[in-house]
């Protein structure tokens, strides 16, 4: 399951690597695509009952699922500029994203995972 899981973030990347241009990581592209958009159409009744009622060739086909993905494009660029516009305005919120991404978000234990074991902590 884990490399089923793999493979398809794999293909995704690959995918949307060749949509975006500009000072993007791979990282941004995937969070864009795979969580905020897919996040969004997730969250739709109306989508869910297409998917559930048709083929994915009838539902790949639906003006609905065009619509929701340009809704949801709007609707991720206006949450991720509102809350990067109160990051960059408060203090005390840059102290809580640290906070989390120190705690629960595992950053420092992320971060020291990435370097290679054969390197020596030097």
């Known amino acids: 399951m884990r490399d089923k899981h793999k493979a398809a973030l794999d293909e995704i990347i690959a995918r949307v690597n060749q949509l ?63 809350m990067s516009r109160q990051a960059l305005e408060s203090e005390r919120i840059r102290a809580e994203i640290k906070s989390i991404l120190l705690g629960p978000g595992r950053l420092y234990e992320l971060l020291r995972q990435q370097r290679s074991p054969s390197v020596s902590d030097a």
């Open 20 to 82: 975006f241009i500009g000072e993007l990581t791979e990282g941004d592209k995937l969070l864009y695509v795979n969580n905020a958009i897919k996040g969004k159409l997730l969250e739709c009744e109306t989508l869910i009952e297409q998917a559930v009622n048709n083929t994915k060739e009838q539902f790949g086909n639906s003006p609905d699922l065009d619509a929701r993905i340009l809704d949801a494009v709007m609707d991720a660029l206006s949450a991720f500029t509102s």
